[in-house]
């Protein structure tokens, strides 16, 4: 009687009844494949399957800003709307000889019910396409949908849609201090011993009636310690003493603001900005009421003296909310090897992403920039 007979690489295995085989040759048999499969990974990640590359988007668009980003026209090209789109294709680090992740004869455009309000062609090669700005002229409207359509010689289209969420309440001012920390060590440019503190307590009305999600960024105005460049406008990291509703810290995607490095000397570099994100159906009673503090003067900050900061509140769309909380929390579990595949949930249909427009409102804070500027030197 011949036994069916299979070939795993350079083994020959016949395979006899079931009653004839011994638990001690099965464990073998599991033993040689369990071997041979994991020769397939490296010391800390499996190899990934050869997935065909999609075309990638990240568009975040704020129609309401009107901030003062145009003192830095480096970063925001002279416009007053915070909008950045960002396209670029995906692909396996794994493999880089054999891919070619630039952008042919790529377009893109945003429409509305029925017409177009902008359109972007480059008929030639180009790596990515990044932090790209929506004119200011370009109209939203409330509760009016928008549509998304990118183009590329050698990937699937993509398209995405996204309803433009109602106006937030503004943010009310409860109280606004100072403090001084005392630092472990002196700092290693300039040689601070301290720091200073704003600490800002405020709050906001919050319709439960209604879905909503927000998301708290921190914008400053001052001087600082470049002769050539004294007074600057500029995101602001924070962290958040008491909120009465749960909340994280996610990387708000095309956004930058300036940080001091210590490299030899103090140097300005760019940095991600992180918002705080808050799903208010988690917020307890009609109100979420807040209290954050940013550190300045502390050779990481750009200020050493602030005259005036703006609490912005943004409204954004749910599948923006989702998308940031599954980065958030890829970032908690990735050295985890137990936890659970976390899948981004982003809007992009046949790529990866997300596409949204949010609106926004503002708390702002003046002070006495004179008394400010002698006070915090």
């Not at 480059?122 to 928008?146: H, V, Y």
């Not at 996204?162 to 001012?173: F, G, K, Q, R």
């Not at 879905?211 to 050539?228: D, H, P, R």
Request: charge should be negative; aromatic fraction near 14%; proline fraction near 6%.
């Amino acid at each position: 009687m011949k036994f069916p007979r299979f070939r795993i690489l350079n083994f020959t295995i016949s395979v006899k009844p079931l009653k004839k085989i011994s638990i001690q040759l099965l464990s073998t048999i599991l033993i040689i494949i369990t071997v041979l499969f994991t020769r397939c990974e490296s010391n800390d990640r499996y190899y990934r399957p050869d997935l065909p590359e999609k075309l990638c988007c990240v568009g975040i668009i704020d129609i309401d800003d009107s901030s003062e980003y145009n003192l830095i026209p480096e970063l925001y090209n002279n416009s007053t709307r915070v909008s950045f789109m960002t396209f670029e294709k995906s692909y396996q680090s794994e493999y880089p000889e054999e891919v070619n992740d630039s952008l042919r004869d790529f377009s893109f455009s945003i429409f509305s019910e029925g017409k177009e309000i902008f359109s972007y062609h480059c008929d030639s090669t180009i790596k990515d396409l990044k932090g790209f700005k929506i004119p200011d002229d370009t109209e939203f409207q409330t509760n009016e949908k928008f549509y998304l359509y990118a183009t590329e010689k050698s990937t699937r289209d993509i398209s995405a849609e996204i309803t433009v969420p109602e106006s937030p309440p503004v943010p009310e001012l409860i109280s606004v201090s100072k403090e001084i920390i005392s630092l472990q060590a002196p700092t290693p440019c300039i040689g601070y011993t301290s720091a200073k503190s704003i600490l800002i307590d405020f709050s906001f009305t919050n319709n439960k009636n209604k879905e909503s999600f927000y998301a708290i960024l921190l914008t400053g105005k001052g001087n600082n310690e470049s002769s050539s460049w004294p007074f600057v406008v500029s995101q602001l990291e924070y962290s958040v003493r008491y909120c009465n509703a749960p909340g994280f810290f996610a990387e708000l995607n095309g956004f930058t603001m300036y940080q001091w490095t210590c490299m030899d000397l103090l140097t300005m570099v760019k940095v991600p900005v992180y918002a705080y994100f808050i799903d208010g159906s988690k917020i307890p009673s009609d109100k979420c009421i807040m209290k954050i503090s940013s550190q300045y003067k502390d050779e990481r900050s750009p200020f050493i003296g602030i005259w005036s900061l703006k609490v912005r509140l943004l409204s954004v769309p749910k599948s923006l909310f989702l998308f940031e909380k599954s980065l958030y929390t890829y970032g908690e579990v990735a050295e985890d090897p137990f936890s659970e595949p976390v899948y981004l949930n982003g809007n992009i249909k046949d790529g990866n992403g997300i596409f949204a427009v949010c609106r926004s409102s503002e708390l702002t804070l003046k002070f006495n920039w004179i008394f400010s500027a002698v006070q915090d030197k």
